[in-house]
């Protein structure tokens, strides 16, 4: 191999390193949500999110004045939800849900989610474990999705 070719294919191996940096530099950690606090909701299915890193279930809550609050909900991946008695078509929009949740610190309307019933009371899967799944931030948009770090020098 030729010193140019070398160091050509030297370059392309850094550059794909670089660019695939970005993804794992992405994963964040669980310090926004209060995990010494369970809170619950009750409310009607907005959205249902199966994909991955992580699933995504919006509730659309209504309040005692009248107006309806989005929650937003982490849970974890459709491999790990699977083992733990979960389908794509456990929750479909429309469905009245109660949720536990980790709560956010913040007091955003989103959180872990811990557990999860339908409107008879019946547990969907079995409850997540203590800890956080690990994996990437919330989708753009999402209750809760972190703004963009600032940077300082």
Same mark, same amino acid.
């Given at each position: 191999?030729?010193?140019?070719?070398?160091?050509?294919?030297?370059?392309?191996?850094?550059?794909?390193?670089?660019?695939?940096?970005?993804?794992?530099?992405?994963?964040?950690?669980?310090?926004?949500?209060?995990?010494?606090?369970?809170?619950?909701?009750?409310?009607?299915?907005?959205?249902?999110?199966?994909?991955?890193?992580?699933?995504?279930?919006?509730?659309?809550?209504?309040?005692?004045?009248?107006?309806?609050?989005?929650?937003?909900?982490?849970?974890?991946?459709?491999?790990?939800?699977?083992?733990?008695?979960?389908?794509?078509?456990?929750?479909?929009?429309?469905?009245?849900?109660?949720?536990?949740?980790?709560?956010?610190?913040?007091?955003?309307?989103?959180?872990?989610?811990?557990?999860?019933?339908?409107?008879?009371?019946?547990?969907?899967?079995? #409850?997540?474990?203590?800890?956080? #799944?690990?994996?990437?931030?919330?989708?753009?948009?999402?209750?809760?999705?972190?703004?963009?770090?600032?940077?300082?020098?």
């Amino acid at each position: 191999m030729s010193p140019f070719r070398s160091i050509l294919a030297a370059s392309c191996l850094a550059a794909a390193v670089a660019i695939g940096a970005g993804p794992a530099a992405a994963h964040h950690s669980f310090g926004h949500y209060a995990m010494d606090k369970t809170s619950e909701i009750q409310g009607v299915v907005s959205k249902w999110e199966w994909s991955n890193p992580h699933c995504w279930l919006f509730v659309d809550v209504t309040g005692a004045d009248g107006k309806v609050v989005t929650y937003g909900f982490e849970l974890q991946s459709p491999g790990e939800l699977l083992r733990r008695g979960w389908k794509r078509t456990s929750i479909k929009v429309g469905d009245q849900l109660k949720v536990a949740y980790r709560p956010m610190k913040d007091g955003t309307p989103a959180g872990l989610m811990v557990r999860t019933t339908d409107a008879a009371g019946k547990l969907i899967g079995n #409850p997540m474990p203590s800890g956080p #799944p690990p994996g990437a931030p919330p989708p753009a948009g999402a209750p809760g999705a972190a703004p963009p770090a600032a940077t300082t020098q």
